[in-house]
């Protein structure tokens, strides 16, 4: 056992092992997802209703706020790439960025492979900047 994986859960603080993802214990873990379920069908039902912030809504299920907001860095509100509050997430940013990226590389490679001087007039002019 390594030390670096023991780590205190984040709600009850008890030591457990921690195999990545959020910072709870087994028992929390159980309780966390119990709990989403609830926060999830209310979110639905109450969705064009009403606001809700992580208290609101932990008051209305009736527990910690901390459970609410464990779930919410956790991503587990997130829809659609949109975050509770309808803005496009950050995650959802990250994506449409590294896609812009991928395929500027692309049309880059698939010109260059299309030059009309061919790969050896490339190649040639890459060895000459070298010199």
């Known amino acids: 056992m390594n030390l670096r994986e023991l780590k205190n859960c984040r709600i009850c603080g008890k030591v457990h092992l921690h195999h990545g993802g959020i910072v709870v ?3 929390c873990r159980k309780d966390l997802d119990d709990i989403y379920i609830k926060a999830r069908d209310i979110l639905r039902d109450k969705r064009n209703a009403e606001e809700f912030d992580s208290i609101r809504l932990a008051e209305e299920i009736g527990v910690d706020p901390i459970y609410i907001h464990i779930l919410v ?3 587990y509100f997130e829809r659609d790439g949109f975050d509770l509050d309808g803005t496009v997430s950050a995650r959802k940013n990250l994506a449409r ?3 812009a990226e991928l395929n500027k590389k692309k049309r880059n ?3 260059k492979k299309t030059s009309s001087r061919g790969m050896f007039y490339d190649e040639r ?4 900047k070298d010199r």
């Open 25 to 27: 214990c087994e028992v």
């Open 73 to 75: 860095e956790g991503g």
């Open 97 to 99: 960025s590294f896609e």
């Open 109 to 111: 490679d698939h010109e």
């Open 125 to 128: 002019r890459d060895k000459d």
